[in-house]
């Protein structure tokens, strides 16, 4: 089973689904599909993809409504994520409301790196901690989206809530720090269950669609978190079998849906 966790969905909508007044970005919608999950669903059959994990983009903040109406409109392909902003009064509870209307919400997401502190500054702060529990008594994974600058504090927050499930996004955006805070990325492979999304790729390599000028930094985030803890979002699945080229087929097969699916229970087996 292939699984693509990272698909963001953006509709030209803007009545249905607004951008929100806090969207740390702003989209071009007008070149959007009229029916931007029919497209991807597209893209899914072209590239052999049999589930994804629909994660709910930036622009649209805390406003979930496009996400549900996805999971709404096909329940057996799709699980999203949630998004909101820690320092709000009863984010927790929102959180909590969110999965009651739609358990096929699965994680929440934090983000973190430089350039990007209008949602948290410190992983240590009591909102931040308080969001981040509730999502761990609540079943979800913890999605993160960090620079390789708060590699430190996250391993702090795994220490104090060790039931946590970490799905960190992107490589931890190498491009974005330095070797040294690099290293503490490395060092979350120790926390058992951290796993480490290979996607992004193309935030610091040019060579699209495989990335070949990336494989020397690939092998050592493969090196320390093993193919049992990577998992495969974005672009193309044949990334995994050029980035995992020295690896078995059984482990490539983990990377591009594997784990996920054991980790979502989507093989048939409860969730982890």
């Keep these: 089973m292939i699984i693509e966790w990272n698909q ?33 669903m597209e893209h899914m059959e072209a590239e052999g993809i049999d589930r994804a994990v629909l994660v709910h983009p930036e622009p649209y903040g805390d406003d979930h409504r496009l996400v549900l109406d996805c999971l709404d409109r096909e329940p057996e392909k799709f699980l999203g994520t949630t998004l909101l902003y820690p320092s709000d009064d009863g984010a927790p509870q929102r959180l909590a409301e969110l999965v009651a209307k739609q358990p096929r919400l699965v994680s929440t997401r934090f983000h973190a790196h430089r350039g990007k502190e209008q949602y948290l500054h410190d992983f240590h702060e009591d909102c931040v901690r308080a969001l981040w529990s509730k999502a761990v008594d609540l079943g979800l994974i913890i999605e993160l ?20 499930v970490v799905l960190i996004d992107h490589l931890a955006e190498p491009h974005m720090g330095n070797a040294v805070e690099f290293s503490h990325v490395l060092d979350l492979a120790h926390f058992d269950n951290v796993y480490m999304k290979l996607s992004g790729l193309g935030h610091f390599a040019k060579d699209e669609p495989l990335y070949e ?28 079998d050029t980035h995992l080229e020295a690896f078995s087929d059984a482990d490539r097969a983990l990377v591009k849906g594997g784990n996920l699916a054991r980790l979502l229970g989507w093989n048939g087996a409860p969730r982890v």
């Design 8 to 40: 963001h969905i953006f509709h030209p909508d803007t009545e249905r689904f607004p951008l929100h007044e806090r969207a740390s970005y702003r989209p071009d919608l007008t070149t959007r599909a009229a029916d931007p999950l029919q497209q991807y």
């Design 145 to 164: 989206h960090i620079g390789p600058d708060y590699a430190e504090q996250v391993a702090g927050v795994l220490k104090d809530i060790p039931d946590s």
């Design 213 to 240: 000028s990336a494989l020397p930094f690939t092998r050592r985030v493969v090196d320390a978190f093993g193919p049992e803890r990577m998992v495969w979002g974005s672009g193309t699945p044949a990334i995994v």
